[in-house]
């Protein structure tokens, strides 16, 4: 059950786009489309932004969306502002039926 | 609307125990599945266990695996989370998380503290 491989962190300024990778294996991105992100501002509890790899909840942002390629998941932001500066957390479901999250990607808004 | 508040959290020695429950409100709680996820101080999230919406089925991380024990009673809405022999790497706060039906937490609650402490 290792976690998933994020980058710690990654910065924009207002209005631009970035992109956060997620990184697994064959046994949990690679072999399902039951990918999560979640977004937690400090100090407070996650939300869930994207779902089933790029299907976004009703009340979010069509500023958020995701992908998958093999076994890498991404979650782009475009249109940066303020408010999305947070850790963002990705999921996936795994073979072993638990779930993993990634270590984390702290987003700077410059 | 969804709420989930979790209560039992505090300070305990090294081997000690403690009940974590989580009141749910706000949606039909004996169809949904439900998770509990962890977060140590300062560090990531970390996917303890799941019960299936009747109780069936129960899966944990091997981390706490024998020593956590996930339940649930439909009749009062509530989830529970029994942590036994604990030790300081159990440190956290713990979140229950309701499974949206498609493998996604789709509502968190906002947490309670467990420390690990002599």
């Known amino acids: 059950q290792s976690a998933l491989t994020q980058p710690p962190s990654v910065s924009g300024s207002p209005g631009q786009s970035v992109a956060i990778s997620c990184t697994g294996t064959?046994?949990?991105?690679?072999?399902?489309?039951?990918v999560s992100w979640y977004q937690q501002p400090p100090g407070t509890a996650p939300k869930l932004m994207i779902y089933e790899v790029s299907n976004r909840p009703s009340g979010v942002p069509d500023r958020f969306s995701g992908s998958k390629s093999g076994n890498t998941a991404s979650l782009t932001i475009s249109g940066l502002q303020a408010e999305d500066e947070a850790d963002y957390y990705c999921?996936?479901?795994?073979?072993?039926?638990?779930?993993?999250f990634g270590g984390g990607t702290k987003l700077t808004v410059l | 609307q969804v709420q989930l508040v979790e209560s039992g959290g505090g300070v305990v020695q090294p081997g000690g125990s403690l009940r974590l429950s989580c009141a749910a409100s706000?949606?039909?709680?004996?169809?949904?599945?439900m998770h509990w996820v962890r977060q140590a101080p300062g560090r990531g999230l970390d996917w303890v266990a799941f019960?299936?919406?009747?109780?069936?089925?129960?899966y944990y991380a091997d981390s706490v695996k024998g020593r956590f024990t996930i339940s649930r009673d439909n009749s009062k809405n509530t989830l529970y989370l029994e942590v036994n022999s604990l030790r300081a790497e159990d440190t956290a706060i713990y979140y229950c998380?309701?499974?949206?039906?498609?493998?996604?937490?789709?509502?968190w609650g906002q947490g309670t503290l467990v420390t690990v402490s002599s």
């Open positions: 064959s046994s949990d991105i690679g072999n399902y489309n039951r």
């Open positions: 019960i299936r919406h009747d109780g069936s089925d129960k």
């Open positions: 706000g949606f039909t709680f004996n169809t949904y599945n």
């Open positions: 998380a309701r499974d949206g039906h498609d493998y996604k937490l789709d509502y």
């Open positions: 999921s996936s479901y795994t073979s072993s039926t638990t779930w993993v």
